[in-house]
């Protein structure tokens, strides 16, 4: 359980539209397209919850829903 929220978010960004790339996804969250990039890879091991917050909320139209 201690990872839900990061797994539902990079699943959301692993398995978004092709229309929405991660440099959109940078500009529209402030996030760095760099980390974003790691992230979908999989190569964060620590990402930090307001980041991966960020992303699932945006990704995923809920701002205050788990």
Known sequence: MRYELRDRALDLVRNRPP??????IAQ???INHNWLKKFSAD???EPGVNRVWTVY???SGKQHEL
Do not use: D
Not at 19 to 24: K, P, Q, R, V, Y
């Open 57 to 59: 909320c945006f990704l």
């Open 19 to 24: 229309s929405m790339t991660l440099e959109n």
């Open 28 to 30: 529209a969250t402030g």
């Open 43 to 45: 190569l964060i091991t």
